[in-house]
């Protein structure tokens, strides 16, 4: 529940500051679905270096089978892997449906991507939830959807985080 920012983003002249609300990840998933039943998509920041075939059309972390093939797993925490420069965001996509189990819960997300028809399913993908939970970094979510506590916090004076700090990756 800080805001931040990265030094040096959005360093257009007269342009509006790009501040960062951190929410928790449930949170998070909570008013992508609120948006979403809005009726608008939402516009996320991810890794998409793991876990993904780029013509085949699911994004998951069991998508391939490292651990038999050589003996490890290569996944660990998502804050060491920003911390060791394992995962960094660098692509940004839509969401633009999602699939609710019984009680409401995301199982898997609809993304829309810029790679163009011949990828995917005519440039559309399905996430599954632990790939979101691993490799989603941040999402653009309409002020009106959040509470008045969230945006009371999105109004402070940002934490300033320096410009190499990986929340600043998508705009390199």
Do not use: C
Request: without cysteine.
């Amino acid at each position: 529940m800080k805001n931040f920012t990265i030094d040096y983003l959005g360093n257009v002249v007269e342009g509006k500051p790009i501040n960062h609300l951190n929410l928790t990840m449930s949170r998070i998933k909570e008013l992508i679905v609120k948006q979403l039943k809005a009726g608008y998509p939402v516009w996320f920041g991810s890794d998409v270096g793991f876990f993904r075939d780029r013509p085949s059309f699911y994004w998951d972390t069991n998508t391939f089978d490292y651990l038999s093939s050589f003996g490890f797993d290569i996944r660990f925490d998502k804050g060491d892997m920003l911390d060791f420069s394992a995962s960094a965001m660098n692509h940004a996509m839509v969401i633009s449906g999602v699939n609710l189990d019984e009680n409401g819960k995301p199982t898997r997300y609809k993304i829309e991507n810029s790679w163009g028809e011949d990828n995917g399913l005519k440039g559309y993908y399905v996430m599954g939830e632990e790939w979101f939970d691993a490799f989603v970094y941040q999402a653009v979510i309409l002020k009106d959807l959040l509470s008045d506590e969230e945006r009371k916090a999105a109004l402070e004076s940002p934490i300033h985080l320096h410009p190499w700090d990986p929340m600043g990756t998508l705009a390199d």
